[in-house]
């Protein structure tokens, strides 16, 4: 379609950007420790490291994966913890080994492990204790040769080191009990002589992250992202921002996992990028806990998605952090909503910058302009080097103002999936186009807005509901803190629309009062015929809401 986008551009950020096929995240790496050697790179319960240590600490890794694991170029390695000091070391040492990375959710259940694992056929896997005994229970119906299995605490120093680690696992009861045979610890692997490390070419063309799919519809997917698409991103968000961040100076807040593909371009990679501080959060649901951390540092950017940005504003210490050093506030996973925007922009005097992507994506293909002054609720405009095309069910363009699925060219776009010709050949286009399976609708500015899931639409009478415009309304009620909006089936009318609400404490709020309100801002159609009550809602690891699983409930 004609990139109409463009004339609502920021001043400065070009078309088209020049990108070097050669360029790998070993390149961004090497070139951020040898131009930051002393500025400390990521910090985790009050301890930091350097570039410099960094450098050496990833070197030292890399070389145990060639010479104590065995391992070749093209061999997957599989991270299995939280937001910790071995995460990066850990990834960026087997990038440098020019091996793939398997990022693996700590929480997955056994089943869900073990298909990860024998999916991406990964030989080594670094996992943090708290998710040892799942390991252990399907290791051996995995091709896992080697395991290194590391403790919270194993990177803070004495004697944090041992506090943390003696609570984790005898107050908290957080470890489970496990046998892993033959595994060694991460101390063990950082023992090995950074000088042992055969470099190796890495170039845009190699594999580098197998980054799998929520699984939403069906078994997870993994994502094929080359250096090429993740270093391309990572060249696209930082030409976005560039008005508002400097080399050398930032501090970003990493809150979501760094399993996650948000945070490992725009936190880590991009800001690796800018030779920024990350300040690893990790456990983001310890709100209290999180707020102090904030506290200590004067941070310029953060990430997050709507939920988190909402137990943030809602918790009343959210007023003693200083806010004034925050320049960028971006936002991505689901929408963000009206409430959730206005209420953080009241405490911190900022706007979250909404954007948009996937893993298959790397994940950023849309965002709103660092200068935004106002929610929009659209998620902005395509970054250099990116291509939207709406298109209906048979393929074709739809006219500007109709809805279409969402379907996105650029260098950021996989490949495609793991293993699964079939897969990828659903997903794209006969002109090459990724099928994002989103709804979007884009004004006369350029700016689009995701009207839902393809998969999500309710559909009754024959007019089509969108449940986020639904919940967007919900939400807007004083006493509602969360909702989450599905299909039911509906003799008479096809479908009728269910919502599902989380109240704030102590409201006395009924359904036929939110059915009334409903009523004064939506079309009769859209309006809830059923209204339920719940104290949370199913959500995924980053906290986006499961409208599957709550559809899934009530079939």
Partial sequence: ??????????????????????????????????DFPDRRAFTNFGRAITYAQLDDLSRRFAAWLQRDAGLVPGDRV???????????????????????VVNVNPLYTPRELEHQLSN??????????????????????????????????????????????????????MVEPYRLPGACTMDEALRTEASAFKPCRVTGSDLACLQYTGGTTGRAKGARLSHGNLVANVRQVNTWFSSLVEKGQEIVVTALPLYH????????????????????????????????????????????????????????????????????VSAGGMAVLEFTAHA??????????????????????TSNRPDLEEYTGTIGLPLPNTDISLRDDAGQEVPNGEPGELCARGPQVMDGYWNDPEGTAKAMTSD?????????????????????RKKDMILVSAFNVYPNEVENVLTLHPDVVEAAVVGVPDGESGELVKAFVVKRAGSALTEQELRTYSRENLAAYK???????????????????????LRDETA
């Fill in 1 to 34: 379609m004609e990139p109409v986008w463009l004339r609502s551009y920021p001043p400065g950020v070009p078309a088209e950007l020049d990108l070097d096929p050669n360029e790998s995240l070993v390149t961004i790496l090497e070139r951020a420790c040898r």
């Fill in 78 to 100: 599989a991270i299995m913890m939280p937001n910790l000091l071995q995460y990066p070391i850990a990834m960026f040492g087997a990038l440098r080994a020019g091996m793939v």
């Fill in 120 to 173: 991406s056929g990964a030989r080594v896997i670094v996992v943090v204790a708290n998710s040892a005994a799942t390991l252990a229970e399907i290791i051996n119906d995995t091709v896992v040769e080697k395991v290194i299995v590391t403790q919270i605490g194993d990177l803070l120093g004495f004697p944090k080191r041992q506090v943390v680690n003696l609570a984790v696992r005898y107050i908290k009861r």
């Fill in 261 to 328: 593909v948000y945070a490992l371009t725009c936190n880590c990679f991009a800001y690796v990028d800018l030779g920024a501080l990350n300040v690893l959060i990790t456990d983001p649901r310890d709100t209290k806990g999180f707020i102090a951390e904030m506290r200590k540092w004067p941070f310029t950017c953060i990430t997050g998605v709507n939920t988190l940005y909402q137990s943030l504003a809602d918790h009343p210490d959210l007023r003693t952090v200083d806010f004034s050093s925050l320049k960028v």
């Fill in 344 to 365: 953080w922009s009241r405490v911190t005097g900022t706007e979250i910058l909404e954007g948009y992507g996937l893993s298959e994506t790397s994940p950023v293909l």
């Fill in 432 to 452: 090459g186009y990724f099928r994002t399976g989103d709804v979007a609708v884009i004004d006369a500015d350029g700016y689009f807005r995701i009207v839902d």
């Fill in 527 to 549: 309006v809830p015929k059923q209204v339920e009550f719940r104290d949370t809602l199913p959500k995924s690891n980053v906290g986006k809401i499961l409208r599957r699983a």
